[in-house]
T-cell receptor
Framework: QKEVEQDPGPLSVPEGAIVSLNCTYSNSAFQYFMWYRQYSRKGPELLMYTYSSGNKEDGRFTAQVDKSSKYISLFIRDSQPSDSATYLCAMDSNYQLIWGAGTKLIIKP | DAGVTQSPTHLIKTRGQQVTLRCSPKSGHDTVSWYQQALGQGPQFIFQYYEEEERQRGNFPDRFSGHQFPNYSSELNVNALLLGDSALYLC?????????????FGSGTRLTVV
């Protein structure tokens, strides 16, 4: 079993829809939870990070962490075609990041 | 302000050969980490360098080695290349005190082993 599980998709939604992306994890020691966006042929770009449980909002993006369930989510409101990319969750472990496999998101105009 | 710069962008090598990948960190960053990302997978941590020393290492064989220079730039060396080493190699830099959430990633070097 992988430490971080993420549905690879692809997830295809119409423009303007609310997108929900999720990861589950097994290591209760994780403290920082991050969401990265990766466009084709590019490196990952940090979107948001959250410490411990709770919600964090930044513009159209909201990150949620539920440590009791070992479950994290990223919500994208008013999705745009430019949001089409692969979204990866990552969690800290002793100065290294443990990653999900990434979910490919396609926003249809 | 330049971000993380990696070179070369693409590379094709033959099985058994050796390769060196290079990384220049973002200005103001002193810590460099290397990750391997296979197609359709999340990145896997190789190692991290700080103050010219390897500080953390992931589950990679000794064929993978690195170096950090006084100007904080870094190299990743892979010896005796295997077909399975074909991947996107990512360099990430950060200020040490920011920990894992301060990473800036380069666009990577795509290595193909034939």
């Amino acid at each position: 079993q992988k430490e971080v599980e993420q549905d690879p998709g692809p997830l295809s939604v119409p423009e303007g829809a609310i997108v929900s992306l999720n990861c589950t994890y097994s290591n209760s020691a994780f403290q920082y939870f991050m969401w990265y966006r990766q466009y084709s042929r590019k490196g990952p770009e940090l979107l948001m990070y959250t410490y411990s449980s709770g919600n964090k909002e930044d513009g159209r993006f909201t990150a949620q962490v539920d440590k009791s369930s070992k479950y994290i989510s990223l919500f994208i409101r008013d999705s745009q075609p430019s949001d089409s990319a692969t979204y990866l969750c990552a969690m800290d472990s002793n100065y290294q990041l443990i990653w999900g496999a990434g979910t490919k998101l396609i926003i249809k105009p | 302000d330049a971000g993380v710069t990696q070179s070369p962008t693409h590379l094709i090598k033959t099985r058994g050969q050796q390769v060196t990948l290079r990384c220049s960190p973002k200005s103001g960053h002193d810590t460099v980490s290397w990750y391997q990302q296979a197609l359709g997978q999340g990145p896997q941590f190789i190692f991290q360098y700080y103050e010219e020393e390897e500080r953390q290492r992931g589950n990679f064989p000794d064929r993978f080695s690195g170096h950090q220079f006084p100007n904080y730039s870094s190299e990743l060396n892979v010896n005796a290349l295997l077909l399975g080493d074909s991947a996107l190699y990512l360099c990430a830099s950060s200020p040490r005190l920011d920990g894992n959430y301060g990473y800036t990633f380069g666009s990577g070097t795509r290595l193909t082993v034939v």
